[in-house]
């Protein structure tokens, strides 16, 4: 089932220039998995006019937030509202290019390969035209608004 750039503002927290996804291409409820595009244009975030490109490094923010949206199916399945996840540890991540080129479309990867107390460890893959170019294992905690006030001070607004 696609999900468009509109609906996945009602899944996760992020907004504006920070939403680099453009829409999911599939998810699985079952497997935990998630598939998603972002194409690479001049008012990304990280776009540098000096490469004409966004970094590679930047296909992890894309691989966080897959994860965030897949959260947010999650909780929407179960009517619940969305929350807010950290980036606990990325004890992997291998790229295979320096950065994505303007014009071109990332796809991502992500699948929830352990939960244990609503800590979650995926595993992520990018990819440029079906060729895998950026992998890595991520390790995220969900949080409730309480207790993301509680550890922000209440300094960071959705």
């Known amino acids: 089932m696609v999900i468009e750039q509109e609906e996945m503002l009602t899944l996760m927290p992020h907004k504006g220039k920070m939403l680099l996804l453009d829409r999911v291409l599939e998810y699985n ?12 244009t001049g008012n990304c975030l990280f776009y540098d006019p000096a490469t004409d490109g966004v970094p590679a490094w930047a296909g992890f923010e894309c691989m966080a937030q897959a994860i965030s949206v897949l959260t947010g199916i999650r909780k929407r ?13 990325v004890p992997s991540m291998r790229m295979e290019i320096p ?5 071109s479309t990332v796809q991502v990867y992500i699948e929830e390969t ?6 979650y460890s995926f595993d992520t893959a990018a990819f440029l035209e079906n060729k895998k170019v950026m992998e890595g294992n ?4 969900e949080v409730s608004d309480e207790k993301f006030n509680e550890l922000t001070g209440g300094a960071f607004l959705r």
């Open 138 to 141: 991520m390790m995220v905690m």
């Open 77 to 89: 399945e179960r009517g619940e509202k969305p929350t807010i996840g950290f980036i606990l540890s």
């Open 29 to 40: 409820s079952n497997t935990h998995s998630l598939r998603a595009e972002y194409r690479i």
């Open 114 to 119: 352990d939960c244990t107390n609503m800590i």
């Open 99 to 103: 950065l994505f080129k303007n014009g």
